[in-house]
């Protein structure tokens, strides 16, 4: 699966970005995908997965805030980020896995990243 990743950008605190994730390669429908992010100086955090079936989770950072969804038809998966904080400024990934997973070494696939800055 190849996976790109765009939507990021420049947000004011309290403002909103929805990021897209193309997928391409391998039966879209059959892998769960999960967004994560990583600001500098951190590690890789999970942040939102939503299973084949459209079931969905979010870190405890993000519930209430962000909504992830998909659309099989079109082999795209999305990040609703609304509420934003300068906290949540990173560059946010998005991934493939075979598994129902929060781990970060449990995905398969990545995207090149887009970066989220939300400024104060």
């Known amino acids: 699966v190849q996976l790109q990743a765009s939507g990021g950008g420049l947000v004011q605190t309290g403002g909103s970005l929805r990021l897209s994730c193309a997928a391409s390669?391998?039966?879209?429908?059959?892998?769960?995908m999960g967004w994560f992010r990583q600001a500098p100086g951190k590690e890789r955090e999970f942040v939102a997965a939503?299973?084949?079936?459209?079931?969905?989770y979010a870190a405890e950072s993000v519930k209430g805030r962000f909504t992830v969804s998909r659309d099989n038809a079109k082999n795209t998966v999305y990040l609703q980020m609304n509420s934003l904080k300068p906290e949540d400024t990173a560059v946010y990934y998005c991934?493939?896995?075979?598994?129902?997973?929060?781990?970060?070494?449990?995905?398969?696939?990545w995207g090149q990243g887009t970066l989220v800055t939300v400024s104060s």
């Open positions: 939503i299973r084949w079936s459209g079931a969905t």
């Open positions: 991934a493939a896995s075979r598994r129902w997973t929060t781990r970060v070494d449990e995905y398969n696939y």
């Open positions: 390669g391998r039966t879209f429908s059959n892998y769960d």
